[in-house]
């Protein structure tokens, strides 16, 4: 089943002279539990796509649509989690609160997300982390702690916006182990963007992007 597709999906920034293309119509499909990486440089619009993916962005152009996952506004929590590039947890919060809280805003009972979360930290090895604030984390263990909290919700199409890119070699290297392990336990579709070589090598499948534009014919 296909859990996404673009069909001339792009997205311009601005207008008439200060318009920037940043993604020019996407054409791609994406099975659920397929696992692939996106490759390019910084701007060359991998970012963009990934929102339009992940339908925090609407596209100017063409259409974006998730077949197995249902309308835009059922994404998120749950069909779709989104890791970011960027940290991501909020201060305030413990790691448990943390994970725990989209399943919260989404109206699941308190017992039922914290139950939720302490499961995800479970499977990831973060358990002993669940009392910690995100300012006693490494980099890394937040990453990992952000992949928690999408695998709480259970996804079936999991984004992640170079997920990497702040991170040292070996630290990255568990933070895409982690991924991969969720989403191969919950038969989960997984897109990972990245501009490191190393990240992109993981993946059998790779698509490119340059200028904005999807260079590979994409079907996966």
């Known amino acids: 089943m296909i859990a996404v597709r673009c069909e001339g999906a792009g997205r311009t920034f601005g207008t008439g002279v200060r318009a920037v293309v940043a ?29 339009l993916l992940a339908g925090l962005d609407r596209p100017t ?12 506004d059922e994404l998120r929590p749950g069909p779709v989690g989104v890791v970011f590039q960027g940290p ?24 039922e997300a914290g139950a939720a979360a302490d499961a995800a ?21 937040a990453q990992r702690v952000a992949v928690a909290r999408v695998l709480a919700g259970r996804p079936q199409l999991i984004l992640a916006d170079e997920p990497t890119g702040q991170l040292d070699h070996l630290t990255g290297g568990a933070v895409i182990d982690a991924l991969i392990e969720s989403a191969v336990l919950l038969g989960a579709a997984l897109v990972v963007t990245t501009h490191d070589p190393a990240v992109a090598d993981r993946f059998d499948v790779r698509w490119e992007m340059a200028d904005g534009r999807l260079l590979v014919p994409c079907s996966a």
């Open 88 to 111: 991501s947890l909020l201060p305030p919060l413990d790691v448990r609160e943390n994970v725990a809280l989209p399943l919260l805003l989404a109206g699941v009972s308190e017992a």
């Open 23 to 51: 993604v020019h119509g996407a054409n791609c499909e994406i099975d659920t539990g397929r696992h692939l990486a996106i490759t390019g440089p910084s701007g060359s619009g991998k970012s963009t796509l990934l929102h």
């Open 121 to 141: 930290l479970d499977r990831l090895g973060l358990s002993a982390l669940a009392a910690k604030l995100p300012e006693e984390l490494s980099g890394g263990q």
């Open 61 to 72: 152009t063409g259409t974006v649509t998730w077949p197995a996952l249902g309308s835009w």
